[in-house]
């Protein structure tokens, strides 16, 4: 039987320091040792401590403040409720979804809108929203900030059918947010279907969600129907991996 491979010696620092983050022994806010420290600690030179430091980095596990140095990260998760996220006594409270979510949990919410156009869909949206030919959408853009920290990109895409010349093309729809306007046309929510998948972000999203290397994200693909069975819209998440937790309450009839 073959030996097993050693790890660089580099890598197994780094793995040591992971399961100390990890099992709690370093806590959140604690200092991790300086490239210094780590030369001293292990007997290694100077590039293998800063290859130490890398690969903290590329975990998502540590953060860098100038000046100071490598700090375990300070897990401050939003918790997702799917099941009340977009029940009908927020919106009859005037409150979005998002700011009813991070309201609840004592922490303030902001949204930046960063464009709403309309454009020729692409087919996955198109087929999701069950389109006809040359019928195009409205596509809604947003950053959502949790206390001045960005957590989620969203891309929303309502059919112009539903949305044209309608509180949906501005920045600000109404009282409740969009799903409350969806009820002033008539559309009323009754079905959420969500795909949810993590990957790795490309480095666009990475730089909106001033995300550190190694910090994944959860992909969600979010479609609305309303009493008719019709598709509303197809929003598409991009969420911090480290900043949301998604919960589920299913029936199990």
Do not use: C
């Not at 980095?57 to 000046?67: D, I």
């Not at 409205?138 to 960005?150: K, L, P, S």
């Amino acid at each position: 039987m073959p030996a097993k491979q050693r790890l660089p010696r580099s890598r197994e620092i780094a793995e040591e320091l992971r399961r100390k983050i990890e099992s709690g022994e370093l806590a959140p806010g604690s200092v991790l040792p300086s490239e210094r420290e780590l030369m001293e600690n292990y007997n290694i030179s100077s590039g293998t401590a800063n290859k130490v430091s890398g690969l903290l980095k590329s975990t998502g596990l540590v953060e860098s403040q100038v000046g100071r140095g490598l700090f375990v990260r300070r897990r401050t998760q939003l918790i997702r409720h799917a099941h009340d996220r977009y029940a009908r006594h927020w919106r009859e409270a005037g409150k979005a979804p998002f700011r009813s979510e991070v309201e609840a949990q004592g922490r303030t919410p902001r949204v930046e809108v960063t464009g709403i156009t309309r454009i020729d869909p692409p087919q996955w949206i198109a087929e999701r929203l069950a389109l006809p030919a040359g019928e195009q959408v409205v596509r809604r853009e947003n950053t959502y900030f949790v206390d001045e920290r960005a957590v989620q990109i969203v891309n929303t895409y309502i059919p112009v059918s539903i949305a044209g010349d309608t509180p949906l093309e501005q920045a600000v729809p109404g009282p409740g947010g969009i799903y409350a306007a969806f009820e002033e046309l008539g559309h009323r929510l009754t079905r959420m279907l969500e795909e949810v998948q993590a990957r790795m972000p490309r480095t666009d999203e990475a730089e909106r969600l001033n995300a550190s290397p190694g910090t994944p994200v959860l992909d969600v693909l979010h479609i609305s129907y309303d009493q008719d069975e019709t598709p509303m819209d197809v929003s598409h998440f991009i969420l911090r991996g480290d900043e949301n937790v998604l919960t589920y309450e299913l029936p199990t009839d």
